[in-house]
Nanobody
Framework: QVQLVDSGGGLVQPGDSLRLSCEVS????????IGWFRQAPGQQERDGVA?????????YYADSVKGRFTISRDNAKNTMYLQMTNLKPEDTAVYFC???????????????????WGQGTQVTVSS
C-alpha cells in the first residue's frame, strides 16, 4: 500500500515560484504512475494538473499549466515534486499528490484511477 504525504504549499504573489513535495512510503516509484491534482475553492471535483508515467517517463500537463509546471521524482528519496513557476491567482487551490495502484504504469486524467492520495497542501496566489 502506497502512502503519500504532501507539503510545500503557501501564500505567494503572482509570478512567484513554489515547489510542492510528496513523500512516498511503500513500493518504489518505478512501479506506478504518479500525478498531481488540485481542487479550487468552491469546486467539487479535483482537476488533473500533471502526471508522470513510470513505464517510459512521459509527462502530461493540463493546458492551463503547460510551460509553467514540472512534475518530477527522486527515486533515491522516494519523493515526487511539482515545480510551479509564474504562478497566477487562478492557480489558487488545494493540491494533492496521487499514485495509481502498483503495476499501473500509465497516466490517467481521472482521479478515480488513482488509489492513493496525499492529504493536500494549500497554494494561494494573491497580491
Amino acid at each position: 500500500q502506497v502512502q503519500l504525504v504532501d507539503s510545500g504549499g503557501g501564500l505567494v504573489q503572482p509570478g512567484d515560484s513554489l515547489r510542492l513535495s510528496c513523500e512516498v512510503s511503500g513500493p518504489s516509484l518505478d512501479h506506478y504512475a504518479i500525478g498531481w491534482f488540485r481542487q479550487a475553492p468552491g469546486q467539487q471535483e479535483r482537476d488533473g494538473v500533471a502526471c508522470r508515467s513510470s513505464s517510459d517517463g512521459m509527462t502530461y500537463y493540463a493546458d492551463s499549466v503547460k510551460g509553467r509546471f514540472t512534475i518530477s521524482r527522486d527515486n533515491a528519496k522516494n519523493t515526487m515534486y511539482l515545480q510551479m513557476t509564474n504562478l497566477k491567482p487562478e492557480d489558487t487551490a488545494v493540491y494533492f499528490c496521487a499514485a495509481r495502484d502498483v503495476s499501473y504504469y500509465y497516466c490517467s486524467n481521472y482521479g478515480r484511477d488513482f488509489n492513493s492520495w496525499g492529504q493536500g497542501t494549500q497554494v494561494t496566489v494573491s497580491s
